[in-house]
T-cell receptor, first 117, second 114 residues
Framework: AQSVTQPDIHITVSEGASLELRCNYS??????LFWYVQSPGQGLQLLLK??????LVQGIKGFEAEFKRSQSSFNLRKPSVHWSDAAEYFCAVGARAGGTSYGKLTFGQGTILTVHP | DTAVSQTPKYLVTQMGNDKSIKCEQNLGHDTMYWYKQDSKKFLKIMFSYNNKELIINETVPNRFSPKSPDKAHLNLHINSLELGDSAVYFCASSQVSGGFSEQFFGPGTRLTVL
C-alpha cells in the first residue's frame, strides 16, 4: 500500500525567504504525485502535479517541485515566500485501484506554513 | 460557477440523528469521491464512484451510505451519527476515462456531532 510522509509538521519562514517543504512517498510503481494547499476554512487547491516526464514541475503561485525517484521524494519549493502563502500544504500520491484508472489519493499529514513579516 | 460544490457548509447535530451531505460537480467528470479530514487534519478517502458505480469503499462503517443519482452528483448519508463522525468531509471529482488525473475538491462540510 502507498504512503506519504511529510516530516515537518510546522515550518516558519520570514516573508521573502525561500521555502522547501519535504515529502517522501512509498509506492511500488511509478507514482502520480501532487501538492495541494488548504487555507483556513477552505477546501484543497491543487498547486502542481507530477505524472511523468520532466522531474521538475512548475505549479501555480510560483511553486515548483522536484521528483527524485532515488530518494522517493517530491519536495515543494518557492524562491520567495509571500505572507499570503501561509496555509497548510499536503503532499499526496495517487494510485490506481485494482489495475484500473480509478485512483485514490493518499495524503501526508500536512505541513503548516507560518510566514512572519 | 463553482466547480465542485457541497451543501451544507456546516452541519451541527445530535448523536443518533441521520444526516445527508450533498455534492455536485459541473466539470463533466466521470468519477467522484468522498474524503474525511479528522481533527488532526488527516485526509482519508472513504468512497469513489465512477459513472454512478461504486469503485472504492475504504472500510467505512455501514452507517455511511453514498448515493450517486447521476455522474454529476454524489451524496453522503450518515445514519445514527456518533461523536467520532465529527470531521470535515470533502467531495472531489476527476476525469479518469483518459487515464489517471488530478482530483478537484469541494469546499468541505464541517460536521459537528454533539
Amino acid at each position: 500500500a502507498q504512503s506519504v510522509t511529510q516530516p515537518d509538521i510546522h515550518i516558519t519562514v520570514s516573508e521573502g525567504a525561500s521555502l522547501e517543504l519535504r515529502c517522501n512517498y512509498s509506492y511500488g510503481a511509478t507514482p502520480y504525485l501532487f501538492w495541494y494547499v488548504q487555507s483556513p476554512g477552505q477546501g484543497l487547491q491543487l498547486l502542481l502535479k507530477y505524472f511523468s516526464g520532466d522531474t521538475l514541475v512548475q505549479g501555480i503561485k510560483g511553486f515548483e517541485a522536484e521528483f527524485k525517484r532515488s530518494q522517493s521524494s517530491f519536495n515543494l519549493r518557492k524562491p520567495s515566500v509571500h505572507w499570503s502563502d501561509a496555509a497548510e500544504y499536503f503532499c499526496a500520491v495517487g494510485a490506481r485501484a485494482g489495475g484500473t484508472s480509478y485512483g485514490k489519493l493518499t495524503f501526508g499529514q500536512g505541513t503548516i506554513l507560518t510566514v512572519h513579516p | 460557477d463553482t466547480a465542485v460544490s457541497q451543501t451544507p457548509k456546516y452541519l451541527v447535530t445530535q448523536m443518533g440523528n441521520d444526516k445527508s451531505i450533498k455534492c455536485e460537480q459541473n466539470l463533466g467528470h466521470d468519477t467522484m469521491y468522498w474524503y474525511k479530514q479528522d481533527s488532526k487534519k488527516f485526509l482519508k478517502i472513504m468512497f469513489s464512484y465512477n459513472n454512478k458505480e461504486l469503485i472504492i469503499n475504504e472500510t467505512v462503517p455501514n452507517r455511511f451510505s453514498p448515493k450517486s443519482p447521476d455522474k454529476a452528483h454524489l451524496n453522503l448519508h450518515i445514519n445514527s451519527l456518533e461523536l467520532g463522525d465529527s470531521a470535515v468531509y470533502f467531495c472531489a471529482s476527476s476525469q479518469v476515462s483518459g487515464g489517471f488525473s488530478e482530483q478537484f475538491f469541494g469546499p468541505g462540510t464541517r460536521l459537528t456531532v454533539l
